[in-house]
């Protein structure tokens, strides 16, 4: 893993955080480089089956979690497969060696690049996270992150568990895509523009923008329980993936310290709510969060020591939020348990 480049995380990349630099150039995130979409007509020679497909992973990563989240919300674990990546990166990137032998059970390859090289080799770019490949051929499909959970919600509809909530109902989606492009510029995005800012205006800039659209969003949800609308929807997703790393991660390693997460009430609060919803916190994996970041990024943390702390007893207790209303899934239902080998420990275990 350099040190001259970033993790990563939007879509997690060896050598690139989302193919982006740090260190002598101002922090932009690279597109997607590979767009097709998984569609019920298939229009892009990729249509929805039950079991053709493998979601690969980081836990670490936001971008990724956005999806893990997606997935088990809308009951897909059985028609949409998951290989986990190991949160620490080698210099062929996202490795699989939490599994025995070092390598996929599903997909037989030892790195993540085997599948984007089975689609277009050296193709310029980094290997990222989330990525969808293809079973039968082993190739990568897509990782366009910003469009997977869109397709998942939309898309893979014939698959969805019964009861799956809408996370991105048609009425809602311009207030939902105008939410969701402030948080992404100033938050999703922003805390790495802080942490990975080579010039100190850079990051004072970013720094602002981020603590600025959290109070703004902290007086949106001071009077509501969700984002958009009174259900989940999947602008409270992606910021959820944020927050849920911000004390552990952004607040001290990309200095974003203004004040922690845990010192505003609203936010403190949202996003407690979340995590104890199913489908949220069973997701999340503060040992491979803690251990990426810090280990991962010796351009910022060169010792590689991982802290300690937070605390992370707080994210089971009392939240309060059911008081504002709101139906966590709609006329939906929770999704159902975690599947065996799936499962994470939660935090207090630790």
Known sequence: MSDTTADAAGADSAGSEGNDSYGHKPFKRSKSHFPDRITADGRDGWPVEPGRYRLA????????????????????????????????????????????????????????????????????????????????????????????????ATEWTALHRPGAPDLYPEPLRAEIDEVMEGIYRDVNNGV?????????????????????????????????????????????????????????????????????????????????????TPGFGDTVDFDHIKRHYYQVHTGINPTGIVPVGPDLSGWTTPHHREQLGGRPFGDGTPPGPVPQGERVTPPASR
């Open 57 to 152: 992973v980081s836990r670490a990563c936001p971008w990724a979690s956005r999806a893990l989240v997606s997935r088990r919300l809308l009951g897909l674990e059985d028609a949409l497969s998951l290989a986990v990546a190991d949160p620490i990166q080698d210099d062929r990137s996202w490795r699989f060696t939490l599994d025995p032998d070092g390598k996929d059970p599903v997909l037989g390859i030892r790195h993540l690049s085997e599948a984007y090289d089975a689609r277009q080799r050296d193709y310029p770019g980094g290997v990222s996270v989330p990525a969808i490949v293809d079973v039968p051929s082993g190739q990568l499909v897509t990782n366009d992150y910003q469009q997977i959970t869109l397709d998942l």
């Open 192 to 276: 790495y523009r802080s942490g990975f800012a080579s010039s100190q205006q850079e990051y004072e800039e970013a720094y602002e923008a981020l603590f600025a659209r959290l109070d703004q969003v902290s007086a949106r949800l001071a009077d509501r329980r969700y984002l958009v609308g009174d259900t989940i929807t999947e602008a409270d997703i992606r910021l959820f993936t944020t927050l849920v790393r911000f004390d552990p991660v952004y607040h001290g390693h990309f200095k974003c310290n203004r004040n922690k997460l845990t010192e505003d009430p609203v936010l403190w609060g949202y996003v407690r709510d979340l995590y104890q």
